[in-house]
């Protein structure tokens, strides 16, 4: 039970982090640049590695002393809420940017492999100490398990960026962009204040 709980915490907290992100955008760019699927696979293989990489760090902060690392872990999540609410206002805006952004570094055509390659180099590179990497330190450093966060995390983001493979065009005219941000704004912020509820 505490495993499908870590896992479904893990979830909860990325994936409204990164609906609205670069990692829906620039996953909906690279698909109508590169063939679906290729272009999914590359894009959830670099999660993958980005998450690896989170929760091991999460896993080096609960070798230092308890409390003070999970104050640290409700600063950042506290963090992940005001940089979410304050780009909230702005996100339909930078949607289009991001957009120009990634069409850029996918000018040219790829398949296959070749496809699945760039998309992991182009999402590996875009997402490198993104929120979401944060968060997933901080579950781990607050306490959550390791292997049911990585797999939350993991398939938060492989979900995000399935949506936006199959339905990204649609999901942008229907649904703003700002109140998703809100949304996961709220989460980040839950988490916070149970991090240090727990740590007091």
Excluded: N
């Amino acid at each position: 039970m505490e495993f499908l709980g870590a896992l479904l915490v893990a979830f909860v907290a990325i994936f409204p982090v990164e609906l609205p992100d670069k990692t829906f955008v620039a996953t909906l760019v690279l698909s109508t640049r590169y063939p679906p699927l290729p272009t999914w696979l590359g894009v959830v293989a670099a999660f993958g590695v980005q998450c690896v990489i989170a929760v091991a760090f999460g896993a080096l902060l609960t070798k230092l002393p308890t409390q003070p690392v999970q104050l640290v872990a409700a600063a950042l999540f506290a963090v992940g809420a005001f940089v979410l609410a304050r780009g909230a206002g702005k996100a339909d805006e930078q949607e289009h940017e991001q957009e120009e952004e990634f069409a850029a570094k996918a000018a040219e055509p790829k398949r296959g492999w070749r496809a699945a390659g760039a998309s992991f180099l182009v999402l590996f590179t875009a997402e490198w100490g993104d929120l979401s990497q944060l968060l997933l330190a901080g579950l781990v450093a607050s306490g959550r398990p390791v292997v049911p966060t990585f797999l939350g995390g993991w398939l938060g983001l492989a979900t995000v960026s399935g949506l936006a493979v199959l339905l990204g065009r649609w999901l942008l005219k229907r649904v703003k962009l700002r109140v998703i941000r809100y949304v996961g704004a709220g989460v980040c912020a839950v988490l916070s204040v149970v991090t240090l509820l727990s740590a007091l």
